[in-house]
């Protein structure tokens, strides 16, 4: 293996993952659990920004 450079790094709280860096790729290495949890996350967050685009939003005519 042509690893450059392996570190861990935390991307939030309880996830853990590591970069491997080559000369001509980057690969991030997450834990399964780590992953479904941000998932999680990314989830939630989609729903938040999409109820603030609905509060924010110009109101629509009555038709």
Sequence with gaps: MFLAESMPYFAGENIKMYKLKTSCMELT??????Y???RKQFSLL???LEDF???VAPPTPDK
Excluded: D
């Design 29 to 34: 290495i997450i834990e399964t659990n780590a």
């Design 36 to 38: 479904l949890e941000m």
């Design 46 to 48: 989609a729903v938040q």
């Design 53 to 55: 685009r609905k509060k």
